[in-house]
């Protein structure tokens, strides 16, 4: 964590298809607790791929200048929860009027939590890495699951309006993955199975790996519907 701040290690100024139906910009957070061999960006989430931080400063000065142009941001990474500044960034944000969205891992369900309380967030995407018993070999470091059944729970529970997503990954996941994420998640609002992209990968093993078809990605989005009524998916 840094102290009283951020760490942004890059800055995306406009997007049409993140904040779902919204004009965003994107902060890109320094830092991850998860190794996730198949993440597309190690320049986040490896110490020694970070780039100097783009000063705070200067996103704030941009947001101040881009009101009423653009309607939201959205907070990624890495993992933006890890970043002691958070709630101070955002509420600073927010005060200009922007919508806030938040992509977590869901590894810290007191955060997420605080950040509803506090009415900072407006949107989360919460990744749904694998099925539980498989969570800490997917994610390439040992995790706390019950803190991604709290994160869940609080989640569907509490916040204003969310989407869970898994990246689909060769490898790991398999129909019966998907049959138990879809009970892990069930009766939530909406998820998003994606395929994943390996030009740029954390580990070199999954570096030029072959994605699962249209029909594969369709068939695992049958699976979840059976708990969760809307499915999409990005291929």
Same mark, same amino acid.
């Given at each position: ?20 139906? =919204?004009t ?33 400063? #200067?996103?704030? @000065? ?11 941001? *959205?907070?990624t ?6 970043q *002691?500044?958070?709630?101070?960034? /955002? ?12 992509? @977590? ?5 007191d ?16 990744? /749904? ?19 991604i ?13 969310? *989407? ?7 490898? /790991?996941?398999?129909?019966?993955? &998907? ?15 994606? #395929? ?6 954390? @580990?070199?093993? &999954?570096?030029?790996?072959?994605? &699962? @078809? ?10 979840? =519907?059976?708990?969760? =009524? ?6």
């Amino acid at each position: 964590m840094i102290k009283n701040t951020i760490s942004i290690g890059g800055f995306n100024k406009f997007s049409l298809i993140d904040y779902p139906g =919204k004009t965003c910009a994107i902060i890109f957070t320094q830092g991850c607790n998860f190794r996730c061999p198949y993440c597309h960006n190690p320049e986040l989430v490896l110490p020694h791929l970070f780039e100097p931080p783009i000063p705070v400063s #200067n996103v704030l @000065s941009f947001l101040k200048k881009r009101k009423g142009l653009l309607e939201a941001v *959205e907070l990624t990474g890495g993992e933006p929860t890890m970043q *002691e500044g958070l709630l101070k960034t /955002i509420k600073q944000i927010k005060k200009m009027g922007y919508l806030i969205k938040i992509d @977590s891992n869901g590894s810290n369900p007191d955060i997420i939590k605080k950040l509803i309380d506090e009415q900072l967030v407006d949107y989360f995407a919460v990744d /749904i890495k694998a099925p539980l018993e498989n969570y800490s070999e997917v994610c390439g470091t040992i995790v706390d699951t019950n803190k991604i059944s709290e994160s869940i729970n609080i989640i569907m529970q509490y916040a204003p309006d969310y *989407e869970f997503r898994t990246t689909a990954i060769k490898k /790991i996941h398999t129909k019966d993955s &998907f049959r138990k994420i879809g009970l892990l998640i069930k009766g939530a609002k909406r998820y998003y199975l994606q #395929n994943a992209h390996y030009d740029k990968t954390v @580990s070199e093993k &999954f570096k030029n790996e072959k994605a &699962f @078809s249209k029909e594969e990605m369709h068939a695992f989005c049958e699976e979840i =519907k059976k708990n969760v =009524k809307h499915c999409y998916l990005r291929i």
